[in-house]
């Protein structure tokens, strides 16, 4: 019903910056929790930052709050992650992911549209 795809990925050098970019298509529900996990080698998903729309609410990882900002274009279905002082350890696919509904969760076992994932790299 809905189709996500993503953008922006690539590989920076410690300390610099990159914008991600998600957009839905296909059949789109007006209330739903739109969002970024990431996966790393030999690590579970983890959750980035996701937003409810439309209201607005958004919630980020404790690994990446003061350096991730998520923005969105409602008119294109979009919504971008802004990722600035990049580390090593930002280095994992990155997958942007859409559930049904008003209520934020932070776990990917309950987000049923998933995107094909653009990796990102930092090096040192």
């Known amino acids: 019903q809905v189709q996500l795809v993503e953008s922006g990925g690539g590989s920076v050098q410690a300390g610099g910056s990159l914008r991600l970019s998600c957009t839905a298509s296909g059949r789109t529900f007006s209330t739903r929790v739109m969002g970024w996990f990431r996966q790393a080698p030999g690590k579970e998903r983890e959750f980035v930052a996701a937003?409810?729309?439309?209201?607005?609410?958004?919630a980020y990882g404790d690994s990446v709050k003061g350096r991730f900002t998520l923005s969105r274009d409602n008119a294109k279905n979009t919504l971008y992650l802004q990722m600035n002082t990049l580390t090593p350890e930002d280095t994992a696919v990155y997958y942007c992911?859409?559930?049904?509904?008003?209520?934020?969760?932070?776990?990917?076992?309950?987000?049923?549209?998933w995107g094909q994932g653009t990796r990102v790299t930092v090096s040192s």
């Open positions: 992911a859409v559930r049904l509904g008003n209520y934020l969760q932070q776990s990917p076992l309950v987000y049923s549209y």
């Open positions: 937003i409810v729309w439309p209201d607005g609410f958004t």
